[in-house]
């Protein structure tokens, strides 16, 4: 795990983005495989992942966090994390920092994720 401070820091070119955008969707599509040990939502629909950037090299730069600081199961979800991002083809490498800065809340799930906790999605449309 890189100390943020220590990351590579690189201008990607309007050609870099390009060809990196479906890298990006596919690193995507693999952490939607890796689910919160306690809430059948996986951990990019939860909100858990902050930060997703791909350098030129292929070296993929997560900053996550957990639900709570003090889940019981966070090396297993952080080495799954690792594991299933390094297996999309055409990564180099995965680099994870887990902070607990800002906090997790409920607002961070996606709709998504919403719908499969059950909670009313349209209470933000009622003023239209």
């Known amino acids: 795990m890189e100390n943020g401070n220590n990351k ?3 201008i990607l ?4 983005v390009k ?3 479906p890298l990006y969707d596919n690193v995507i ?3 939607k495989t890796v689910y919160d040990p306690e809430i059948p939502v996986n951990i990019y629909d939860l909100g858990l992942i902050y930060e ?3 350098r030129k090299s292929r070296i993929v730069d997560i ?3 957990f639900t709570a600081p003090n889940c019981p199961m966070a090396d297993e979800v952080l080495a799954e994390v690792r594991a ?3 297996d999309v083809p055409g990564v180099s490498g995965c680099n994870i920092e887990l902070v607990f800065e800002p906090v997790w809340d409920q607002s961070m799930l996606s709709d998504e994720a919403r719908i499969i906790l059950g909670y009313d999605l349209d209470f933000e449309d009622e003023n239209d």
């Open 13 to 16: 070119t309007a050609e870099d």
């Open 29 to 31: 599509l693999a952490l």
């Open 63 to 65: 900053t996550m966090t």
């Open 52 to 54: 997703l950037n791909i």
């Open 84 to 86: 299933v991002v390094e």
């Open 19 to 21: 060809e990196l955008a």
């Open 8 to 10: 590579e820091q690189e």
